[in-house]
């Protein structure tokens, strides 16, 4: 969103005719509704962007190189990565199903079901992460019958995991709920009286013709995993090589190692980056597919 | 042959019909549009539930309310072909005609022959390789019908498959599905606003009225007409 306007602000400012614009064929010349529209899009732009700059700025090119071999972001990369990698494919390997059953089969309670589903989305991370500790604690629910077969799952890189994919899933299974639901449903009905089964119509007309699509969502849900900090903390803690993901490194190292909070802060952002250009490519690709 | 009795309450209107089709025949159901003619044929495609009655294809039940039987599409062995296009987007012409065999894991020698044999019956070898997506209204009404025949019916369900098509592919097309449903002895029920497309291939015509029929018109025998 930040990057739209941005761009379509500058190009705006950098049109010839800044006061005699066209927008969507409607002609309006210099009016304060619309000069006043700009400087306030403006002011949200610095806001958007500044902090950024300054984070960018108080590195220096040499400290940045030094610290990206410090322990700290060599492990906290690489644990974010590793967890971040397999949470995306578990949510894609079980929520692409449930988002296909909660779009094509209808029984009773449905909606509160998708209401559960989307919760996650709108719950504070604090809370999703406390509530996984009562369920998975020692003395939670379901953690003390675990404890009883020695399975401990809280402050170990499963937690890290869990907690992930507790905040991230929701965001992936949500539009793929969308997209199963907009997809005409005359291609999967021809491949049903063409003999195919609910799988194989399934796997040969749905899923190619939705891809793009799934996979932007999941790329988004990656995003979400990678930033995940509040859930993160409370459930899986903030151990070193264990459970010491990027945000909670970059918490950590505030106070102690200023350089490697930056480098993180910096890696993040370029993966940010790359993960909002590569959603607008697909879903430029889609549009025109 | 198709005997099809089913009720189904829609929105505005009850649909009750009643008729058959015999083997190697073309019905023609006739009736302004919103009267329920889609409805009946993906009643029997099997894409929608009737609310009561019986379809019955070859004394085997397809749909039998007193029974509880519905037999899902995929085993019903039937050819619909629809008033839009439903060639698949994301496949090339020769995968979508070939779908229905593979689907039934049949050999792919096997495959490729009947794909090639409906491709040059339909004039449409020279697009094999090309995506669905890519293809005219016309060229993806031809491979919907090549695809549809290419699964061997036991009923082949029409509807308004002409409309895209210029007049000479029409009469391709149209002399195919008569020699198609005439050499395999199969019921073939067309849906078509174009009174040319019916009298040329129907045998019978059923008017339909708000989910009646009401009239039942027997139009004379053209054996002539199938060479």
């Known amino acids: ?289 | 042959m198709l005997e099809c009795s089913i009720n189904k309450a829609l929105r505005d209107f009850n649909l009750g019909v009643s008729f058959y089709c015999n083997d190697g025949e073309i019905i023609a159901i006739r009736g302004e549009n919103g009267t329920g003619k889609t409805t009946i044929i993906r009643m029997i495609a099997g894409l929608l539930e009737p609310d009561s009655g019986s379809v019955i294809l070859n004394k085997k039940y397809l749909y039998d309310f007193k029974s509880g039987i519905c037999l899902p599409p995929e085993k019903r062995k039937v050819a619909y072909l629809h008033q839009r296009s439903t060639v698949f987007p994301h496949m090339t012409v020769k995968d979508n005609i070939g779908y229905s065999l593979v689907s039934k894991r049949k050999s792919s020698a096997l495959i490729q022959e009947t794909v090639v044999y409906w491709m040059e019956r339909l004039n449409i070898s020279d697009l094999s390789g090309i995506k669905g997506r890519n293809l005219s209204g016309g060229q993806q009404q031809r491979v919907a019908l090549a695809r549809a025949l290419a699964s061997e019916p036991d009923i082949l369900l029409l509807d308004e498959p002409f409309t895209a098509l210029d007049s000479q592919t029409r009469e391709i097309v149209r002399s195919c599905v008569k020699e198609y449903v005439y050499n395999l002895k199969i019921p073939c029920i067309l849906i078509s606003h174009y009174a040319s497309d019916i009298t040329d291939m129907a045998w019978r015509i059923y008017d339909i009225e708000r989910g009646s029929i009401i009239r039942d018109i027997f139009t004379f025998i053209k054996e002539s007409n199938i060479s």
């Open chain 1, 1 to 289: 969103m930040q990057d739209r306007i941005f761009s379509e602000s500058m190009d705006l400012l950098q049109s010839p005719n800044f006061f005699m614009q066209k927008s969507h064929g409607i002609s309006f010349s210099y009016s304060p509704f619309i000069i006043v529209g700009i400087i306030i899009t403006i002011g949200v732009l610095l806001y958007l962007i500044l902090p950024l700059v300054a984070l960018i700025l108080r590195s220096s090119p040499e400290n940045l190189i030094e610290s990206l071999y410090s322990p700290v972001v060599i492990q906290a990369l690489t644990l974010s990565l590793f967890t971040t990698i397999i949470t995306t494919i578990l949510i894609l390997v079980t929520g692409t199903p449930a988002a296909y059953i909660q779009s094509r089969v209808n029984y009773p309670g449905k909606n509160f079901v998708d209401t559960c589903i989307d919760l996650p989305i709108v719950l504070p991370p604090a809370v999703a992460g406390f509530a996984l500790l009562l369920m998975f604690g020692r003395m939670g629910l379901l953690g003390k019958y675990l404890y009883l077969f020695d399975i401990t799952i809280p402050f170990t890189t499963t937690a890290v995991i869990m907690a992930q994919f507790f905040v991230a899933a929701p965001l992936y299974i949500r539009q793929a709920k969308a997209l199963f639901s907009q997809q005409d449903k005359i291609f999967e009905e021809a491949a049903r009286t063409l003999g195919a089964g609910n799988l194989r119509v399934f796997i040969t007309i749905t899923l190619p013709l939705t891809w793009l699509g799934l996979l932007s969502g999941a790329i988004i849900s990656f995003a979400r995993a990678l930033g995940e900090f509040g859930a993160t903390i409370m459930f899986a803690g903030n151990l070193p090589g264990i459970t010491q993901t990027m945000p909670l490194a970059i918490y950590a190292s505030m106070q102690s190692d200023f350089n490697a909070a930056i480098t993180l802060s910096i890696i993040l952002i370029l993966i940010s980056l790359i993960v909002m250009l590569l959603v607008r490519l697909i879903s430029g690709g889609e549009e025109h597919a």
